[in-house]
């Protein structure tokens, strides 16, 4: 097996500063990775437990009911788990809903990597992400099946058919992606400036040495 490729440290472009200090190289604080996330039992886990010992791909998302969101999760479920294996790499999906949901919406996309939730967003806030949209042109990605019309009447259709009429989570919050570990060090931070701003799933593997993932295969049931 071929040797893993390096990470590089990449930092959005973004002018506000990481409480972390990651801009700079420094790494997490430690009060950061000791704040909790929830597994799908409601189990409280320390951020930094889930990449103390290899490196992980950690990858916040809106809530989820973002149909952006949804689909972005549905190509991470698509990596194989031996690309990751072999590159002894973790993925790791954090949401800001009740644990509640993470089951449902695992079943809806697919995935089966780690998946957790900061309900509170503690650690959304830490990393310097923010509320709300900035206008910029972020291109089309490469994950998005639907248009804003169709996804939106589907987002909004599994808010209202759901047991409670529940957004799972702040519709302003934005997020990003991160290559951490092992231990506290921070390798790439990419802070989204809007709900279209993701950054392409092969560009982030490539950082971390995992093999190259075919998502132009779609599935033939749209789900909503």
Request: with cysteine; charged share 20%; hydrophobic share 40%.
């Amino acid at each position: 097996m071929a040797a893993p490729a390096p990470v590089t440290r990449q930092v959005s472009g973004r002018a506000a500063p990481a409480p972390t200090g990651s801009e700079h190289g420094e790494p997490l604080a430690a009060a950061l990775a000791e704040l909790p996330v929830l597994d799908a039992s409601g189990k409280r886990v320390p951020f930094g437990a889930l990449f103390l010992e290899r490196r992980a791909v950690v990858v916040f998302v809106r809530h989820f009911l973002c149909y952006i969101c949804k689909e972005y999760v549905e190509d991470l479920a698509k990596i194989p788990k031996s690309f990751l294996q072999e590159a002894n790499v973790t993925l790791i999906v954090i949401g800001q809903s009740s644990y509640h949901h993470i089951e449902p919406f695992c079943k809806l996309t697919g995935y089966s990597h780690e998946i957790y939730v900061d309900p509170e967003r503690e650690i959304y806030k830490r990393l310097g992400m923010k509320r709300g949209e900035e206008i910029a042109s972020s291109g089309q990605s490469p994950h998005v099946k639907s248009n804003t019309l169709s996804g939106s009447i589907r987002s909004l259709w599994r808010a209202v058919t759901g047991p409670l009429f529940d957004f799972q989570g702040d519709p302003a919050q934005q997020v990003g992606t991160l290559i951490l570990g092992p231990g506290n060090n921070v390798h790439f931070v990419h802070r989204d400036r809007n709900r279209l701003d993701h950054k392409p799933i092969n560009s982030v593997l490539q950082l971390v040495g995992v093999q190259h993932v075919n998502f132009t295969s779609r599935p033939s049931v749209i789900h909503v």
